[in-house]
Structure formats: C-alpha cells, structure tokens
C-alpha cells in the first residue's frame, strides 16, 4: 500500500529531519509512529501528502510513485489520505458542519451528500451537538475531533493522523482511539504519530520509532519503548 | 473572550481594506472604459466626417476662354481615361456665374461685374483622394507649365493632409492614454485580487490540502476579478448613456445640419452605440479575467 524508499528530506535551511528511510506499511495496518519531538514524524506525513517535497528517494502509494506525480494528479492523491494535522487546519471563519462539509465540497460531492456524510461522521466523533459551533468556541480536543472527522468523511482508503489526541485527557484520548480503531477495522490503513506511551501500549499494534530522522525500531505488536 | 472579537474586527477589517481596493478598481475600470467607449464613438464621428470631405475633394480645372471645341472634348476624354476618375463635370461660362450669382445673392459685388469674367472648368471627383497630387500633376507639361488650353488647377491639397495628419495625432495621443488606463484597471484589479488571495491564504491552503483542484481554489477569485472588471463595465456603459443622450446626440445633430453627413454614430442608421456598449462589457470583463488570472499565477502555487 505504502512504500518509502532511501526516503530523505533536508529543509532549506539544511535540518535534516529525515535520513534514508525503508519502511513498507501493508493495506489495513494500523501503525504508530512513535519519537521524541523534532525526530521528523510531521515530516514523514507531509511528504505522504505532498505538502513537501522529499530530497531523496521514492515514496509508493498503491503502486504508484509519488515522487514523480504530475501537479495536476495531486488532488486526487491527497482524496485518497485522509490527514489529521498537528495544529488541525481548521477554518475559524466556518462552523464545525461547514468545517466537515468543506472537504467533500472541493472534491465537488453533491449536497444531499454532504448533508448525509457529515452529520454521520459528527456522530462517530461525538460533535453532532456543537454542529453549528465555531472553532474559537471548541475546547483544543473538540477541534482535534473535528479535524479526525473533517479527515475521515470522504472515507479515504489511508488515513494519517499526526498527533491527534496531544491535547487530550486520558478518557477522551481513548474515544479518540476507539474511533480511529473503528475506522481501521473497516479496512482503512491508520498511520498515527504520537507521544502518547499509554496509548502505544495499550493499543499493542506496529510501532516504529524515530530517532533525529532514522528509524531505530520496528515492531510487530510494540510498546512505546524502554 | 478576547478571541471572538479580535476576529471580527479583523474580518471587518480586511473587508473593509478590500472594500476599498474593489471600490478603486471597479471605479478605475469604469473610468477606462468610459473614456475607450468615448473615443471610440468620436473617431467614429471624425471617420465619418473625414471620409464625406474626402468623397468631396475635387480638382477644378479652369480652362481658357479661347479653348477650341476640339481642345475641350479632347481634354474631357483625356481625364475620363484615367482610373482614378470618379466623375467627371463641364461647367461652362454661363453655368459658373449662375452659381456665383447665386452664391452671392444680395451681395454688392455683383454690381460690379460686367461681362462673364469667369473660367469654364471641368470639375473632376476621384474614387481615391490620397492620389489628388498625382493626378493634379498630369496637368503640368515638362517644364511646369500648364498644358494647353489649361489656366489654373485648383485642389484642396494642404486642407486634406492637415486632416490627415490631425487625426493621426488625435489617434496616437487616445491610444496611449487609454493604454496607460488599461494598464493602471489591471494593476488595480490585480492588488484587489491579490489582497483577497492573502485573505484567504489559509482557506486556499487547507483546500489544496483535503485535495481540491487548482480550478476549484482559482474560480472563486477569477469570479472575483471578472466581477470588478463586468461591474466596471456597467457603470461606464450609464456614464456613456447618460453623455450620449444629453451631450453628443447634440453636437451630431449639428454636424448632421451644417455637413449634411448621414452616417454618424448615434444618429446613424448603424447599431455603433450597441457595439461600443457590447465591446466595453467584453473589455471589462476581459480585464477582470486578465488580471486576477495573473495575480493567481503569482500568489497561489500550484
Ligand atoms: N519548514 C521547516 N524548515 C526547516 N526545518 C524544519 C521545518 N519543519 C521541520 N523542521 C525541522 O525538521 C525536524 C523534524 O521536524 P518534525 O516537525 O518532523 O518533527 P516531529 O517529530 O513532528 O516533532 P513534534 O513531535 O514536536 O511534532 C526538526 O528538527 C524541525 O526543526
Ligand atoms: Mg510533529
């Protein structure tokens, strides 16, 4: 499904974040991507995305290179991977439902569609209440859910979260996690950065981890480490 | 609860700023077309003046009172030969004091005249007027002297070149001023657009991001620039409606009494006012497209 190959990404300003990357994840994975802060995990999801471009190697997704995509092909790469960013990218200007409903209106779903699809996604979420609230007025682990399901209403095959329960407490972490579970389960590949060592070991799924840009572990059912 | 505030004073902001750069753009673009619509329908005017004096240009050529018959059919056929010969009139001794009398009815010099002191002359019109010298020339043998039975050629050279070259400068000088207005709509159209592709900078990059097409994030503000030239348009198509109905319409119809010239733009029996107003909508909305197309190109990567 994912294959990186001799991934390397160095910024402009010669940081290198990533560093010859090897790293297959099969369809319907779920997979933790585990490192202390700065290790390059935000990098890897944004070469996935395209939101940058890599320094060195390819990157496959579906047995398709990437690294080669014409302009032109990539919003439909990016319809496919679904992505809960860090700092979640959400429109202040716009209500949760318009948050939600924004992703499948630039993809031009028709609007009964959109009026089914979010209100949906806000139930598995838990946010069909605050339907017509602005981000402003959202807690920081209410818009993170809004993100998870902005990400997720299109059903893309892969899904990448990039630390989406950071601002979380314990219980609702959990309901987080139950969520992108849910969704793995009907098939959808999750890729997860986190720092979150509860949620790695109880989880008790793939664990890779990073180190200032290389991968010094990689574990079939791991635990956060050491 | 600091927050919510902050925010709409900033929107309100922003759209106020961009109210203002719209307000200028559009006002700008009306100004532009206003002028281009106006110039067009006066050089339209002048081309219909110039070309009614150009079909009047004639060459008068007086002959001498003791032409032989011969001589004068000889020269008549000598000047129906040519090709630039449109037509070509005889009008005797007799037939030009009549005219003269007539011109000058009531008038004290015609106690004055005694005789017929005036010329035949054959009074030719040209299908090309711009060939007037050449054709004046055949006039002259070689050594500059009229040719037999000829007393003097008469032609409105210098007043027709003059025309000629005033309208050249006129055209120039509109040219250049209504390119320089062009210029400064787009300019102005670009910076509104520019301003709104800021606005939304974050909107156009979580767009791209959930994976929409670089048409979908770019139609809204080429709708936006489009907009700003069309609205333009309108406004300089009431300024033109408002000038032509109460301004020109007049000063044609006075061209119209005095020049007896038919085909002009508002009183004519051609749609010119329709065509200048359908063009400046075109133009305006061209402009809108232009620009913002540019301000895309530069500010929204791809
Ligand atoms: N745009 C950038 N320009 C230059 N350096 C960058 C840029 N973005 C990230 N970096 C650097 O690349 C390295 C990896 O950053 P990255 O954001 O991938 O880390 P991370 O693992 O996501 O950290 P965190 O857990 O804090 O989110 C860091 O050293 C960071 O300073
Ligand atoms: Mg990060």
Redesign the interface.
């Known amino acids: 499904m994912i294959e990186l190959k001799n991934i390397s990404k160095i910024y402009e300003d010669n940081t290198v974040a990533l560093k010859n990357i090897n790293l297959v994840i099969k369809k319907g994975e779920f997979l933790f991507l585990v490192g202390p802060s700065g290790s390059g995990k935000s990098t890897f999801i944004k070469l996935l995305i395209k939101e940058i471009d890599e320094s060195n190697g390819n990157i496959y997704i579906a047995g398709r290179n990437i690294c080669n995509l014409k302009s032109s092909r990539i919003p439909q790469l990016r319809r496919n991977i679904g992505c809960v960013f860090q700092d979640y990218k959400l429109l202040p200007n716009k209500t949760v439902f318009e948050n939600v409903a924004f992703a499948l209106e630039v993809i031009g779903r028709p609007g009964y569609e959109i009026e089914i699809q979010v209100p949906q996604v806000l139930k598995l979420v838990g946010l069909y209440s605050k339907l017509n609230s602005y981000p402003h007025q959202l807690s920081a682990g209410e818009q993170q859910r809004v993100s998870v399901a902005r990400a997720f209403v299109n059903r893309p095959p892969i899904l990448l979260a990039d630390e989406p329960t950071g601002n979380l407490d314990p219980g609702t972490s959990e309901g987080i996690m139950k969520i992108l579970s849910r969704i793995n389960l009907i098939g959808t590949t999750v890729l997860m950065a986190t720092h979150d060592r509860n949620i790695v070991n109880s989880m008790r799924r793939r664990v890779v981890e990073l180190e200032e840009g290389e991968i010094v572990r990689d574990q079939k059912r791991g635990v956060y480490g050491d | 609860m600091v927050?919510?505030r902050y925010?709409f004073s900033e929107?309100f902001t922003s759209l106020k700023r961009n109210f203002f750069m719209g307000f200028t753009a559009i006002t700008t673009v009306a100004i532009t077309l206003f002028i281009v619509g106006f110039f067009a329908i006066i050089v339209y005017d002048i081309q219909g003046i110039i070309s009614s004096i150009k079909s009047d240009v004639e060459l008068a050529v007086y002959l001498e009172d003791n032409i032989s018959e011969e001589l004068k059919e000889y020269i008549e056929q000598y000047i129906i030969s040519w090709e630039e010969t449109d037509a070509v009139r005889y009008i005797s001794k007799e037939q030009a004091l009549e005219r003269f009398k007539k011109q000058n009815e009531g008038s004290d010099i015609l106690k004055e005249i005694e005789g017929n002191p005036l010329p035949a002359s054959f009074e030719i019109t040209l299908n090309n007027p711009e060939k007037i010298d050449r054709v004046a020339l055949r006039f002259y043998d070689k050594d500059g002297n009229f040719i037999e039975g000829v007393d003097e050629v008469i032609y409105g050279k210098n007043y027709v070149n003059t025309l000629f070259s005033i309208t050249a400068i006129i055209g120039t000088i509109a040219f250049l001023i209504i390119i320089a207005l062009l210029l400064a709509a787009v300019v102005l159209i670009f910076n509104t657009i520019r301003l709104s592709i800021y606005a939304r900078r974050?909107?156009i990059?979580?767009?791209?991001?959930?994976?929409?097409?670089?048409w979908?994030v770019r139609i809204p503000f080429l709708f936006e620039g489009f907009f700003e030239g069309f609205a333009g348009s309108v406004v300089s198509i009431i300024l033109l409606y408002f000038i032509n109905k109460f301004l020109w319409i007049r000063v044609e119809r006075v061209i119209v009494d005095t020049m007896r010239i038919k085909e002009l733009a508002i009183v004519g029996s051609g749609n010119v006012i329709s065509y200048t107003y359908i063009g400046v909508v075109v133009v305006g909305g061209l402009i809108g497209l232009l620009s913002s197309a540019i301000a895309l190109r530069r500010y929204v990567k791809?």
């Open positions: 927050r919510p925010f929107t974050k909107e990059e979580v767009m791209k991001l959930v994976g929409a097409t670089n979908f791809v």
